[in-house]
């Protein structure tokens, strides 16, 4: 494994930290306020090529290594994790359709996906299963040229803007893949506001009532849904969140060491203090643990290896986990100004929440990872 970012994964980084700097850092607080995502923000990601980052070229992305997507999560994640999300489902969308689509669906859907005309959302969780896959209410019926889906999706990530939804439904009694258009007959979308964290993430419930979409928008074949698909988009997401949660980490790190540096109590700094030197130095050692086992999981993305999987489920385990603290000590640091709304920290501690939940919580990843080792 290589630690040293090469030059252009470093011109990458710096980019992607600019145009966060400049475009998302400085009004994050606002999308948070009023729950949205605005749509200029998305299309100027699209125009520098974030959207379409996994995908090929010849779909007009940018085919990027697995090391320049977590940087690009990282960065990204660090101005604002709402905006991050979208990264991560509209790209498992994208996955989906490139490993498991036939040719026409990508020549459909997958040139759309990388200008940003189309955006794309996963659809697993319900409201009575939640992420429990092999268990999903949802169901599709062929009848003729169509199917018919029938149930709901719940808390699904810019669920009220994406275009394509990649939705699981059990079919002939096995949990299957289906591209669900937002214009199908019988499909609705309903916002889900106060969430306590990534609130302009735009999350929605999706309600299929006889919703009809043709049959050429399964996605490979029926019973392929769970051991495919879904294992796969989550696997990719839990590589993003793990890379977004190392970016919020280091935006905790940047405001501590400023705050800290300037603050006066006792007529010193109070980075002079022992105590906050000690919060401050293991941010630091958990944020870089973290993001060397994002760049380790990366790493073994990019060459195949068949631990991939187990390395993404560490990293998002340690780098989910580590940031509920780092987010609470930043606040601790900063006092009662860590506390108001206008400090972009007490948004990282609610975000940071969120994180030991989606794509699998803290328990579950405990799970897993022990039973993998025996």
């Given at each position: 494994m290589i630690l040293e970012l090469t030059q252009k994964q470093q011109t990458w980084q710096e980019e992607i930290r600019a145009f966060v700097n400049n475009e998302i850092v400085p009004i994050a607080n606002q999308y948070d306020k009023e729950e949205v995502t605005p749509p200029e923000l998305i299309?100027?990601?699209?125009?520098?090529?974030?959207?379409?980052?996994?995908l090929p070229q010849e779909y007009g992305g940018r085919g990027l290594d697995y090391v320049s997507l977590g940087i690009l999560n990282e960065e990204v994640g660090r101005g604002c994790s709402s905006v991050?999300?979208?990264?991560?489902v509209h790209g498992m969308?994208?996955?989906?359709i490139l490993r498991w689509g036939n040719q026409e669906q990508k020549d459909r859907w997958l040139p759309k996906f990388a200008t940003g005309e189309l955006l794309g959302a996963f659809g697993l969780t319900e409201p009575n299963i939640g992420t429990d896959a092999k268990n999903i209410e949802t169901t599709a019926v062929l009848s003729g040229d169509h199917y018919i889906l029938n149930g709901k999706k719940k808390w699904i990530t810019y669920g009220q803007i994406a275009?394509?939804?990649?939705?699981f439904a059990q079919c002939e009694g096995r949990p299957t893949a289906f591209l669900v258009e937002r214009n199908s007959p019988g499909f609705t979308t309903h916002p889900i506001k106060g969430v306590m964290g990534t609130r302009a993430s735009m999350l929605a419930e999706l309600h299929m009532d006889e919703c009809r979409i043709p049959k050429e928008n399964m996605l490979s074949r029926v019973g392929f849904g769970l051991t495919y698909v879904a294992t796969n988009c989550l696997d990719y997401g839990r590589f993003t969140i793990?890379?977004?949660?190392?970016?919020i980490g280091q935006a905790c790190i940047d405001a501590c060491l400023e705050y800290t540096a300037s603050r006066i109590q006792f007529g010193l700094p109070i980075a002079n203090h022992q105590l906050i030197k000690k919060m401050i130095a293991e941010m630091i050692t958990n944020v870089k643990a973290a993001r060397l086992l994002c760049h380790q999981a990366s790493f073994l993305k990019d060459i195949a290896h068949p631990n991939s999987m187990k390395e993404t489920?560490?990293?998002?385990?340690?780098?989910?986990?580590?940031l509920a603290k780092i987010t609470t000590d930043a606040i601790q640091i900063h006092g009662a100004y860590g506390c108001s709304e206008e400090n972009s920290l007490q948004r990282y501690y609610r975000d940071s929440r969120v994180m030991e939940i989606i794509e699998g919580t803290t328990q579950m990843h405990e799970i897993i990872i022990a039973d993998s080792m025996y």
């Amino acid at each position: 494994m290589i630690l040293e970012l090469t030059q252009k994964q470093q011109t990458w980084q710096e980019e992607i930290r600019a145009f966060v700097n400049n475009e998302i850092v400085p009004i994050a607080n606002q999308y948070d306020k009023e729950e949205v995502t605005p749509p200029e923000l998305i299309m100027k990601m699209a125009d520098h090529g974030y959207l379409g980052a996994l995908l090929p070229q010849e779909y007009g992305g940018r085919g990027l290594d697995y090391v320049s997507l977590g940087i690009l999560n990282e960065e990204v994640g660090r101005g604002c994790s709402s905006v991050r999300s979208l990264l991560t489902v509209h790209g498992m969308a994208s996955l989906s359709i490139l490993r498991w689509g036939n040719q026409e669906q990508k020549d459909r859907w997958l040139p759309k996906f990388a200008t940003g005309e189309l955006l794309g959302a996963f659809g697993l969780t319900e409201p009575n299963i939640g992420t429990d896959a092999k268990n999903i209410e949802t169901t599709a019926v062929l009848s003729g040229d169509h199917y018919i889906l029938n149930g709901k999706k719940k808390w699904i990530t810019y669920g009220q803007i994406a275009d394509l939804y990649l939705v699981f439904a059990q079919c002939e009694g096995r949990p299957t893949a289906f591209l669900v258009e937002r214009n199908s007959p019988g499909f609705t979308t309903h916002p889900i506001k106060g969430v306590m964290g990534t609130r302009a993430s735009m999350l929605a419930e999706l309600h299929m009532d006889e919703c009809r979409i043709p049959k050429e928008n399964m996605l490979s074949r029926v019973g392929f849904g769970l051991t495919y698909v879904a294992t796969n988009c989550l696997d990719y997401g839990r590589f993003t969140i793990a890379s977004g949660c190392v970016g919020i980490g280091q935006a905790c790190i940047d405001a501590c060491l400023e705050y800290t540096a300037s603050r006066i109590q006792f007529g010193l700094p109070i980075a002079n203090h022992q105590l906050i030197k000690k919060m401050i130095a293991e941010m630091i050692t958990n944020v870089k643990a973290a993001r060397l086992l994002c760049h380790q999981a990366s790493f073994l993305k990019d060459i195949a290896h068949p631990n991939s999987m187990k390395e993404t489920w560490i990293a998002k385990y340690f780098a989910s986990t580590m940031l509920a603290k780092i987010t609470t000590d930043a606040i601790q640091i900063h006092g009662a100004y860590g506390c108001s709304e206008e400090n972009s920290l007490q948004r990282y501690y609610r975000d940071s929440r969120v994180m030991e939940i989606i794509e699998g919580t803290t328990q579950m990843h405990e799970i897993i990872i022990a039973d993998s080792m025996y």
